[in-house]
T-cell receptor
Framework: DAGVIQSPRHEVTEMGQEVTLRCKPISGHNSLFWYRQTMMRGLELLIYFNNNVPIDDSGMPEDRFSAKMPNASFSTLKIQPSEPRDSAVYFC????????????FGPGTRLTVL | GENVEQHPSTLSVQEGDSAVIKCTYSDSASNYFPWYKQELGKRPQLIIDIRSNVGEKKDQRIAVTLNKTAKHFSLHITETQPEDSAVYFCAAIPGGGYNKLIFGAGTRLAVHP
C-alpha cells in the first residue's frame, strides 16, 4: 500500500495567489482529515470528511480556506487568496472509518507564502 | 469541546534512562488515546494507542497507561535510545461519534548519548 499521498511536497507562492493542496487517501479508507501544523499553534484539525461528506469544518480558519472531496480517492484544500500567516505544513490523514480510530498521516505539504 | 493538555513541553534524558510524558483530557466521553512520534521534517507516526476499556498497554520499550477517573494518560519509554529523540504528541477522540483527533501541544524529547 502506498500510504497517504500528498502533493506538492513543497509550495512557495506570493501573497494573494491561489494555492491548491492535494491528497489521495489510502484505498478503502472512508475518513479523511486535513491538519495544519505550525510552531505557534501545533497540530490543528481544519476539516474532516466521512464518505466524501464534510462532517466538521469548524477548524477552517477563514473563508479563504475551502476543501472538497469529489470522490473517495481525492481531496483538495484550497487557499484563496493566500497570506504569509498561512505558511505552515499541511498534513492529510486518512482512517478506515468512524468505527476504526487509527489515522495515518501523509508526508505533508510545506507551504511558504511570501 | 475536548481539550488535551500535555506536559512537559521539553524533556531531556540520558541514554538508558526512562522518559514519561503526561496528558490530561477534558471530555469524560473520550474513548481513544493515541500517541504519535514526529521526527524532524517527517510526518506524525502512530507508536501506540489505548482505548477507554483498557488501563495499560505495552509494546516493547513503550507503554501507555490510562486513568479514566482522573482523565489522564501517560506515555512511558524505558531504556531510551538516541533514536527516540523526537516530538511526541498525545491525542484524544471526544465522545459523540467520528474519529476527530484533538492533539496535545507536543513534547520534545532529547536523548543524550
Amino acid at each position: 500500500d502506498a500510504g497517504v499521498i500528498q502533493s506538492p511536497r513543497h509550495e512557495v507562492t506570493e501573497m494573494g495567489q491561489e494555492v491548491t493542496l492535494r491528497c489521495k487517501p489510502i484505498s478503502g479508507h472512508n475518513s479523511l482529515f486535513w491538519y495544519r501544523q505550525t510552531m505557534m499553534r501545533g497540530l490543528e484539525l481544519l476539516i474532516y470528511f466521512n464518505n466524501n461528506v464534510p462532517i466538521d469544518d469548524s477548524g477552517m480558519p477563514e473563508d479563504r480556506f475551502s476543501a472538497k472531496m469529489p470522490n473517495a480517492s481525492f481531496s483538495t484544500l484550497k487557499i484563496q487568496p493566500s497570506e504569509p500567516r498561512d505558511s505552515a505544513v499541511y498534513f492529510c490523514a486518512s482512517s478506515p472509518g468512524p468505527e476504526t480510530d487509527t489515522q495515518y498521516f501523509g508526508p505533508g505539504t510545506r507551504l511558504t507564502v511570501l | 469541546g475536548e481539550n488535551v493538555e500535555q506536559h512537559p513541553s521539553t524533556l531531556s534524558v540520558q541514554e538508558g534512562d526512562s522518559a514519561v510524558i503526561k496528558c490530561t483530557y477534558s471530555d469524560s466521553a473520550s474513548n481513544y488515546f493515541p500517541w504519535y512520534k514526529q521526527e524532524l521534517g517527517k510526518r506524525p507516526q502512530l507508536i501506540i494507542d489505548i482505548r477507554s476499556n483498557v488501563g495499560e498497554k505495552k509494546d516493547q520499550r513503550i507503554a501507555v497507561t490510562l486513568n479514566k477517573t482522573a482523565k489522564h494518560f501517560s506515555l512511558h519509554i524505558t531504556e531510551t535510545q538516541p533514536e527516540d529523540s523526537a516530538v511526541y504528541f498525545c491525542a484524544a477522540i471526544p465522545g459523540g461519534g467520528y474519529n476527530k483527533l484533538i492533539f496535545g501541544a507536543g513534547t520534545r524529547l532529547a536523548v543524550h548519548p
